[in-house]
């Protein structure tokens, strides 16, 4: 795996490890299946009434979210430290910060609308579609995680997508148990609780990486001559020959 970055072995220096091209690539792959798979879900929610699906979408939106603000604060970063700008490091921590955010909001509307849900269960809810659709997606969370399982250990963007993820697995597995139960005992009322859940998940999952991003922009950034030295294992030459023609 080829970073260019700094020598950090402290915990609290994630964030400062830029992004390998390999990374950016298992990003990008990532985002095109979940933003298609979640237009995909988000329908079958619709027809079959369930609210915990269509939330289990939104849901796989902010992990789209999260995956676009990681990859769009590592170009921006590159392309700062090439120029020598100050505060680059910032960038990493700043989009993880936001992306905590972000999933409070998403929290909260689904919640908002698992208590309206709540309160007037649908009459309806065909669990087939439900099942189907929540056991795709669980396949692809499945994946996600195994894709960027390593990648979020030394970048706090790839954590806070790693976190978005994670979250969407237990969400998918929420569905799955809650089509089950419907299909077995017609508690559409579950549909409710099950989105009430997910909407604590999400917001369960924000609140470290709100942590880690607050901590990161409260620290002082090393001198940018760091940069210019070569780690062995870490430093890519070629990025460093590029920079220097720059």
Known sequence: ??????????????????????????????????????????????????????????????????????????????????????????????????????????AGLIAWEAIGHLTQPPQQILSQPMFIAATIGLAINIIGIALLHEDSQGNLNVQGAFLHILADLAS?????????????????????????????????????LMRSSWQQLGQTSPPANNFTLLEIGKTNLMDLIVRKAD
């Open 172 to 208: 998918s597995v929420g569905v799955i148990l809650g089509a089950i139960a419907i299909y077995a005992f017609q508690c559409f009322w579950l549909d409710g609780i099950i989105s009430l859940l997910i909407a604590l998940f999400i917001a369960g999952s924000s609140f470290p």
């Open 1 to 106: 795996m080829t970073y260019f970055g700094h020598s950090c072995n402290s915990p609290n220096c994630v964030g400062w490890q830029q992004m390998s091209n390999q990374q950016r690539w298992r990003l990008t792959v990532m985002l095109g299946a979940i933003l298609i798979f979640a237009l995909v879900e988000w329908l079958a929610g619709y027809f079959s009434h369930s609210l915990a699906l269509r939330s289990d979408a939104w849901h796989m939106v902010a992990d789209g979210g999260a995956i676009l603000l990681a990859l769009s604060a590592s170009w921006l970063t590159r392309w700062t430290m090439t120029r020598q700008l100050p505060g680059q490091l910032r960038l990493d921590a700043i989009a993880a910060f936001l992306n905590s955010i972000g999933l409070l909001l998403m």
